[in-house]
């Protein structure tokens, strides 16, 4: 969730880690800091800022802060509070200093025997055990910092993405990876490294992938890589930098923007993969084939908004693909007896490809007997992608909004794409494959139609400004539309709300609703209409306010319960996404009224990368 900067150069890094922090800012923190090694004595000196990395930056600017070697980073809480004691980087003795992505589970542990051995400690964090420890392995075992590193992460049991700096070897930097990303920039005569290639994009162009396990040292000519105590190469990657992607433009936010990208993304990510007849399935890749060969059942695991784009899914390949369909929330996956079917394919999905519960679900499945591991993800040179045995990339580009949008729909491209695929192997007739495709090939123009209803919704939208909680109602298919629905409005606006299969309402959340509630439904023109009409007029015989976004054709009316948002007429099968649309406008609508931090809504993070 943090993110990590670090440079050695022959020029000041000062300016190159500020412009990196403030490139990670989308991924969420609440504390920022910086360590250099001081370019007169080559002593550490550090400074660090509770909140915005403006903060630090206005810090920074205060007195003479310059350095040729330095480490930065953006926290975000998992041990201790946030306070300036607990942001990064960590020092022992002042003279060695550590920024540290993850989770170190046995900290306390360590933490008393270090205690014992006279380390003090000055945070609440299990990084600061880390620093300690690798200067114990320095000034007792006289190791060199390299060394010490590599001793270091035999005792540390969790994930950890490490960078280290020392006054004693002022010219390297000192990085281990295990199950948080970290990535080498590759400069000329310099050298960078970072949680993220974004952070780097204005000094390189040229990255190195850091697998797991990998313990690297980076100097200003030389990057020498070790795994498992073997020295090892790692493949150098060139990617061109797209400063757009990171810049709003004329938007006010990156997740209005990001809504209004749907219409382009959606047919990238449809593009070289769907002829006018059919899904191309080689788009999978070379071992799709003999994969989905043997595919008789599925089992989904994913994460929030992409645990959604599962449930959907779950529909669409019982109904198109006719086979069975498992779907679990990946942090609770690994801690229950899983009884993998004969025939099943394990499918992650994740917009990252770092989510930390979505990887381990993925290791653990390597334990069960799956015919294979597909991956639905936006980022190509991800752990999810890498340790898959093929993927489908959905080319959303660079989502910033910490609430995700065009990395949602995306995901139900591909899936959709993937179940069509299945179906065909299970007896799909070819018309009904054509009939599926079309309406694909017509999904972007569909979405750019559906965001012309933007004014509409946004003057809806005044109705949720004063409201504490809201209920969103779906029927089938669209039950997982109206929980993407609730969580995006609680996410970003922080109006409690929560989402119920339309026929669940008498059963219990009926008694909640009351003319101050109101209710958010979802009304495609499909064959469970007739059943949602009766759920809604149960609620408005109770005074409740109705809020329906639905198909033109349906006949909806607006009246004093009712407030009614046409929605264009569409494909059964693409209902689910183009319905997504208007909920994703609601609940910026209602944010950008009531004031909130939009794209980096509160005590949330972009990128999940601790359990």
């Known amino acids: ?16 880690l500020l412009e990196g922090l403030r490139r990670l800012e989308y991924r969420g923190y609440d504390s920022a800091g910086m360590a ?44 201790g509070v946030p306070s300036e004691k607990n942001a990064h980087p960590h020092l022992s003795d002042d003279d060695i200093a550590l920024v540290h992505n993850g989770i170190i589970e046995n900290h306390a542990v360590l933490r008393e025997q270090l205690i014992k051995d006279g380390y003090a ?16 392995q320095c000034k007792d075992n006289g190791h060199n910092l390299l060394d010490a590193v590599k001793e270091t992460i035999k005792k540390l049991h969790g994930a950890y993405g490490l960078c280290v700096i020392s006054s004693n070897e002022p010219d390297k930097i000192i990085v281990a990876r295990s199950g948080s990303p970290l990535v080498i920039g590759v400069g000329i005569g310099e050298n960078f490294i970072a949680s993220d290639a974004l952070a780097l994009g204005q000094v390189t162009d040229r990255f190195i992938y850091l697998e797991e396990g990998d313990v690297a040292e980076l100097s200003l000519k030389n990057i020498r890589i070790w795994n498992a105590g073997k020295k090892v190469t790692r493949p150098t990657t060139h990617i061109a930098s797209e400063v757009a992607e990171v810049e709003k433009g004329e938007f006010g936010h990156f997740m209005l923007k990001e809504i209004y990208e749907q219409p382009k993304v959606i047919r990238d990510t449809l593009s070289g993969r769907v002829s006018d007849t059919h899904v191309l399935e080689e788009a999978f890749g070379v071992k799709a084939k003999a994969i989905f060969d043997q595919v008789k059942s599925v089992q989904i695991v994913a994460c929030g ?39 099943s394919l394990f499918v992650t999905i994740s917009q990252s490809g770092e989510t930390a519960d979505t990887l381990a679900a993925l290791r653990y499945s390597r334990e069960l007997n799956y015919v294979g591991r597909l991956a639905i993800c936006n980022v190509a040179t991800s752990s999810l992608v890498r340790e898959s045995d093929f993927c489908l990339l959905t080319t959303a580009g660079r989502e910033i909004g ?22 065909r192997r299970n007896g799909m007739p070819e018309e009904v494959e054509l009939k599926h495709v079309k309406a694909l ?37 669209q039950y997982p539309v109206a929980k993407e629905g609730a969580l995006k409005l609680k996410e970003i606006s922080y109006i409690h709300a929560e989402a119920y299969p339309a026929g669940e309402l008498k059963h219990g959340p009926l008694a909640l609703v009351d003319d101050k509630m109101p209710i958010i439904a979802v009304a495609p ?87």
Request: proline share 3%.
């Open 1 to 16: 969730m943090c993110g990590i900067v670090g440079a050695v150069a022959q020029r000041d890094v000062s300016g190159i």
């Open 36 to 79: 250099l090694l001081n370019k007169q004595d080559n002593s550490v000196d550090c400074i660090k800022a509770l909140g915005k990395v403006e903060k630090l930056a206005q810090s920074m600017s205060k007195r003479e802060f310059e350095g040729h070697i330095g480490i930065a980073h953006t926290r975000w809480a998992t041990h």
């Open 121 to 136: 400690f000055q945070s609440d964090t299990d990084t600061e055990v880390v620093v300690h420890l690798i200067k114990q």
């Open 305 to 343: 908004t992409s645990f959604h784009a599962a449930m959907i899914t779950k529909y669409w390949l019982e109904n198109i693909a006719k086979i069975s369909c498992s779907v679990d929330i990946a942090s609770d996956y690994r801690y229950r007896n899983i009884i993998a079917q004969p025939g």
């Open 402 to 423: 910490v609430a995700s949008t065009k990395a949602f729909t995306t995901q139900l491209c591909a899936l959709l794409l993937m179940t069509l695929v299945v179906a």
């Open 441 to 477: 090939n017509e999904l972007p123009d569909l979405v750019a139609k559906t965001l012309k209803l933007d004014d509409e919704i946004k003057e809806l939208s005044r109705n949720l400004i004063d409201k504490n909680h809201a209920l969103f109602l779906g029927r089938g298919i």
């Open 525 to 611: 023109n499909d064959e469970l209409l007739g059943k949602l009409r009766g759920n809604l007029a149960e609620v408005s015989a109770r005074g409740g306010k109705l809020f329906v976004f639905a198909d033109e054709s349906a006949g909806f009316e607006n009246d004093s319960n009712c407030n009614v948002v046409n929605v264009p007429s569409i494909p059964e099968i693409l209902a689910p996404i183009v319905y997504t649309i208007p909920l994703q406008l609601l609940s910026y609508h209602v944010a950008i009224f009531k004031g909130t931090d939009v794209d980096h809504p509160r005590n949330l993070a972009k990128s999940v990368t601790v359990e």
